[in-house]
């Protein structure tokens, strides 16, 4: 494991308690739409910070994910895959993959945000992506996702420690440089081709990517 991964399982990030998370809303593995539950609320009124390298290892937690799925004008589809297996990227299972929704922890450098969980993607949108204000044109909450793995003891699957808090980035700018390096062979995609590539044997389309496609095609339908 490289220094600068080391640095990012240092640092403290955002956790809710699924106690507190769940109290009122059955857990499930599911999409919870954003205009019938305010998981968001909840976590705003009752996050804490532990440091990452706890919270990948604590089921009393779930992680609040940012994760956004960005579209242009044209309602294409930014759509990029990681870089192989020495990437500074934690999740080694990601190397390699396409994918189409982009994510962040949020860490407590974030706190001092009236919302960190929007500021978070915000920030992370313009630095990543190479994005100025101009460029955005709305940043729209469209679900909540938590997906409990089969044995929601299980602590090698990822998605037992994690909430997606996901929304819809519509952005002018479908020219920009990318100043992530870890993301390669990036565009911009129509729905009918990102559907044949999901599809497709010939495309390495990561699992998840393959899960929230139909959603997303129903949001742009």
């Known amino acids: ?7 990012k399982m240092a640092r403290e990030i955002m956790v809710v308690r699924n106690s507190i998370l769940f109290k009122d809303y059955l857990r499930e593995t599911r999409f919870y739409p954003n205009s019938e539950f305010d998981f968001q609320d909840i976590i705003l009124n009752n996050y804490e910070y532990i440091v990452r390298w706890d919270a990948e290892i604590n089921l009393d937690y779930k992680q609040p994910i940012t994760y956004s799925v960005v579209i242009n004008e044209k309602n294409e589809i930014f759509v990029y895959k990681r870089w192989w297996a020495w990437s ?9 993959k396409i994918a189409f929704w982009i994510w962040w922890h949020i860490e407590r450098e974030n706190e001092i945000a009236e919302n960190p969980i929007f500021d978070c993607l ?9 994005f100025d204000d101009k460029d955005i044109i709305s940043m729209t909450p469209i679900w909540y996702i938590n997906h409990d793995w089969s044995d929601i003891n299980d602590l090698k699957e990822v998605w037992n420690f994690h909430i997606w808090v996901a929304y819809l980035v519509r952005v002018h700018n479908s020219n920009f440089e990318l100043l992530d390096w ?11 081709k990102l559907e044949e590539m999901v599809n497709s044997q010939d495309y390495n389309v990561e699992w998840w990517s393959k899960i929230l496609f139909e959603p997303v095609k129903g949001i742009l339908k």
């Not at 494991?1 to 640095?7: A, Y």
């Not at 500074?88 to 390699?96: G, I, V």
Request: charged share 40%; aromatic share 8%.
């Open 1 to 7: 494991m490289n220094q600068i991964v080391k640095d």
């Open 88 to 96: 500074n990227a934690w999740e080694s299972r990601l190397h390699s």
């Open 122 to 130: 915000k920030k992370e949108i313009k630095e990543e992506l190479n």
């Open 182 to 192: 870890e993301l390669e062979n990036w565009e911009f995609v129509s729905l009918e």
